[in-house]
């Protein structure tokens, strides 16, 4: 099997009940670049990569989009059951991108799965369960309004709230960390993940102004450095997740043994098979962590609970997909949806889930 045709699409995903509140940015709407690849036996796979905007880090939507079409005509013809193969063909073609290249591993591991008869999730080793726990992210808020939030999502059954930090009077921040922990209690797993938006100075000032708090700390600071100058001082554990740009970036930080767990997102590490890799390098050292990605529709969604299956219960921290944020899901039938704080692995092959494409207008761009 070959792939025949690649066709790059473009859906606009306004954020509902934003916008989407984070230390370094404010929200409204996604930009997805959405790959279809079609094989020359007829199947069809689905890709999809929607960075949460230019800022929040190296990616961004129009550069996702470029760099597909850079790779996309010399892709026409390669196998398409090969993905280690194909990556490299892709790293020969361009360097980095590892967003852009995470779109069209997804919709390959797509494709594969419907040829086989398999789940994307058999292909990445197998499913440990069908029904993935969620974690909530609560947007920068003030103290009652995000303890209020926090309660009310863990009374529908989420077991990990994360509450956003950051960007602001680090003094509000440490009253929203003791609100919702006197609201929530022991009820959930806390982490204040402040998406790099503190100094050490600010982080350490929180955390040991939150010292009988136990929550995990995500991406405290912008740096690995500055995170390591504050790892022996405060006494919360560290997860990082922004840092973690590469499979080398991950190896670093493991090596400099600054951090008890990490935010995974799928495409920013370049796709269902990096993942993968860092799954297995990760179990090596028992370093839990989620399957996540910045945003994003059932494409993306479906992906990150695929190879969220396949990662040892005992390390898996939760699941993430921006789903509850986006009017409709792209497969009205088998859709990505939360329910009582889970999600329920897809069932058919591939990921399991069938877009209607009249969502998704024209193609910007084909190549055949
Ligand atoms: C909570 N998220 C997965 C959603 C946004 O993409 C940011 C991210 C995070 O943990 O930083
Ligand atoms: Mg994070």
């Not at 690649?6 to 930009?31: E, N």
């Not at 995470?102 to 594969?112: G, H, P, S």
């Not at 059954?157 to 609100?179: E, T």
Request: some cysteine; aromatic content about 6%; charged content about 20%.
């Amino acid at each position: 099997m070959r792939i025949s045709e690649i066709h790059v699409y473009q859906k606009q995903l306004p954020i509902i009940g934003g916008p989407y509140t984070m230390s370094r940015i404010t929200l409204h709407s996604i930009d997805s670049t959405i790959v279809k690849l079609v094989s020359d036996t007829g199947l069809v796979g689905w890709g999809e990569v929607a960075p949460l905007g230019p800022v929040y880090q190296p990616q961004h939507a129009l550069g996702a989009r470029a760099a597909i079409y850079e790779m996309a005509p010399a892709l026409i013809g390669q196998s398409a059951l090969a993905p280690l193969l194909l990556r490299r063909q892709m790293d020969a073609l361009l360097t980095g991108h590892n967003y852009a290249k995470a779109a069209i591993d997804i919709a390959l591991m797509d494709m594969i799965g419907k040829h086989h008869g398999l789940r994307v999730c058999d292909l990445l080793g197998g499913a440990e369960t069908e029904r993935l726990p969620a974690y909530y992210a609560t947007g920068i808020g003030e103290p009652d309004e995000i303890a209020r939030m926090s309660v009310d999502k863990v009374d529908e059954g989420y077991r990990r709230i994360q509450i956003k930090a950051g960007g602001r009077d680090v003094a509000i921040d440490i009253a929203v960390v003791h609100k919702v922990w006197e609201s929530v209690g022991n009820r959930a797993q806390l982490v204040v993940d402040t998406n790099r938006g503190m100094t050490a100075s600010q982080a350490m000032r929180l955390s040991l102004a939150c010292r009988d708090i136990p929550f995990s700390f995500e991406q405290p600071c912008n740096t690995i450095d500055e995170i390591a100058a504050i790892r022996g001082q405060i006494p919360h554990p560290i997860i990082i997740d922004e840092s973690t740009e590469s499979l080398d970036d991950l190896l670093r930080i493991i090596s400099m043994g600054i951090c008890d767990g990490f935010g995974l997102k799928m495409t920013r590490l370049g796709g269902l098979n990096a993942m993968a890799t860092v799954r297995d390098i990760c179990a090596a050292r028992s370093i839990p962590h989620t399957c996540e990605d910045n945003w994003g529709g059932d494409i993306v969604a479906a992906a990150v609970l695929h190879i969220g299956a396949t990662v040892e219960p005992r390390l898996l921290e939760a699941v993430w997909t921006s789903g509850i944020y986006i009017e409709e899901n792209y497969d009205p039938v088998n859709g990505i949806k939360v329910d009582g704080g889970h999600f329920q692995l897809p069932t058919g092959p591939g990921l399991g889930i069938v877009p209607q494409e009249s969502q998704f207008g024209d193609a910007l761009a084909s190549f055949n």
